[in-house]
């Protein structure tokens, strides 16, 4: 199972909300990121695994993901629209995967999927998941966690 590197995953969500969209978590009473079990709608869910049985489904929060596609586009938080929060959330999952992949992975055994939006309804309950990560900020949240990829 390639998505047991939670260290290095978190890391990489980290990096990715600094470098590319300027956001910063918020930090709880002892200066550590905080941490959720669960978002509040509405959020979008946007997925990518890598040529194996396990996809990681990253949620984002529309507050968040507006503030994301915000910085990302340059526009103005009231001028971002559904389509930018999809794209935003689809090219999120795309970059953390990508990242995350090349940090743990140098040999390039596996192949990054094209990422893809995701119903929500078809997420596992927050008991069954593994393990999750949470990218929490001023304006909303982000989680991601793997779970077992379905066939289509």
Not at 29 to 58: C, S, V, W
Not at 65 to 84: D, K, R, V, W, Y
């Amino acid at each position: 199972m390639i998505l047991t590197n939670n260290d290095v995953l978190e890391e990489v969500i980290h990096e990715i909300m600094d470098d590319m969209f300027f956001l910063f978590p918020e930090l709880d009473e002892e200066g550590l990121p905080m941490q959720y079990k669960e978002l509040n709608p509405p959020y979008l869910d946007a997925g990518i695994h890598f040529n194996t049985e396990d996809l990681l489904r990253i949620r984002i929060d529309y507050g968040l993901l507006t503030e994301m596609a915000s910085n990302f586009t340059g526009l103005p938080p009231e001028s971002i629209e559904q389509e930018h929060l999809e794209s935003t959330a689809a090219e999120t999952a795309n970059i953390i995967g990508g990242n995350f992949l090349v940090k743990i992975d140098p040999e390039q055994n596996y192949k990054l999927s094209i990422p893809e939006l995701l119903e929500a309804n078809q997420a596992l309950a927050v008991a069954d998941r593994p393990w999750q990560l949470s990218f929490i900020s001023e304006n909303g949240g982000l989680l991601c966690w793997p779970e077992p990829l379905k066939k289509s």
